[in-house]
């Protein structure tokens, strides 16, 4: 009898043995979507929502076509979202900001084309995934009068050169070199207009919606430091430069300064004779995308623009595929 039984139960072992090598994961397919540190599979691709400035910059840089990013394609609602989701699966692929904390996501960057994305490597252009922050004015004699003119262009550089404006714009993700900055009240001695009052005059903005955060940062900052107003009224790259220096420069939205994320084109409307007429016109500060993998994902450590675009495209699937 005590050998039946023990016959018994090792054909019952032998059969959960045999069980235990069937896929648990919920979806019924074997895909180690769990973090594992085992070798990944197919690719589960995250992307953000179509207003972000993030994956406009993104799909720009790679070379996507409109409407062509894959179905199947999982998209996030912001940056925290897409850095906990990614961190979260094994097989996944994302990007986010330059400015993300990357371990306590349990991310690792993805070099590209070659580059690591670094702070020094976006500064100095060697990083090409990021856009640039652009500002231009209306042209030198055009503002609405010689105090507008000259506290605007204090305000640009305070923008560009001082260490509260630069650190202003750092504090919301804006990416610049704040060791290059001179103090405000040393920079200030520039700028006679500052020895009248200046509660009367506003700085009109106008331009990009991306840079909004960025440049109400420095904004604040500099109301605080002179007591100067400003008004916003951000609706996109291209209404930057037509509300200053093009078509409706002289209209109900016109602004001093217009913004883009981009650089301004030079062509077309965008003239680059009519940008030789502003006080400035050149990037503030940029603006980096960094591709992201689960840490546990050693398939790859750095992909092209070519091979992220076959990635989010749908024709590349599998992490094998990129060996």
Known sequence: MFKKILLVLTVLLLMVGCGSTANNNPDGNNNNDNNTGSEPSVINVYTRDATSGTREAFEGGIGLAEDGLTSDAVETSGNGDMASKVGADAQGVGYVSLTTDLEANNLTAIHYEGVEPTLANVLSGEYTLSRPFAMTTRASGDFSSDKVEQVVAAFVDFILHSTEGLLAVESEGGIVDVDTGTAWAELAENHPVFEESLSDVTIRTAGSTSVEKTLQAALEAFQA????????????????????????????????????SREFKADGEEAQAELDKALVAEAYAFDAVVVVVNSSNTAVTSLTAAQIEQIYSGVITDWSELK
């Open 225 to 260: 430091e002179t007591g100067v107003n400003f008004a916003m009224a951000h609706t996109g790259s291209g209404d930057g430069f037509k509300r200053v220096l093009g078509s409706e420069k002289d209209g109900a939205n016109a602004a001093d300064i217009g913004f883009a």
